[in-house]
């Protein structure tokens, strides 16, 4: 089977006003080396409130079985894995472009030492998986209020 390759000669009219540079810059890193699978890695959000960290990670299109959370020598790793499936050729509906990836991937978070390691939890829901890293108690910022005499 042929695979469709694109290819968008120098738009030589065009080169300094919305032809080459807009092409050049508008292209991820795969495609510019030739190589789209070297990065398929997820969009991440890291965040901290007073009680946890929060990671969320956009991963459309998976389904919860295809996770796996693990602890390793101090790191996160947040790994899925998702079989190909493999569509009919169907004349009637056939991609002439597709960029709607679905791809396994491996990312490693270095845990702090304030993490909470037995109370880590993740949901998965509208394709975003919310990992939860309570901090231990200890860590937690301490308010109080000191009466005056």
Known sequence: ???????????A???????????????GVGELIGNDSLVSQPAV???????????DVAAPGFDKPDFTLNIENGYLVVTAKREEKTEENNE??????REFRYESFKRSFKLPNSVNQDAISAVYEK?????ALPKKE?????????QIV
């Open 138 to 146: 200890e860590a937690k910022p301490v308010s109080k209020t000191i």
């Open 45 to 55: 959000n890291v965040s901290e409130s007073t009680e946890a960290f929060h990671i």
């Open 13 to 27: 009219t065009k080169f300094f006003t919305n032809g080459f540079f807009d092409e050049f810059f508008n292209r």
């Open 127 to 131: 394709g975003l998986l919310h990992i």
């Open 92 to 97: 009637k509906n056939r991609f002439l472009r």
């Open 1 to 11: 089977m042929a695979n469709v390759v694109k290819f968008q000669p120098l738009p």
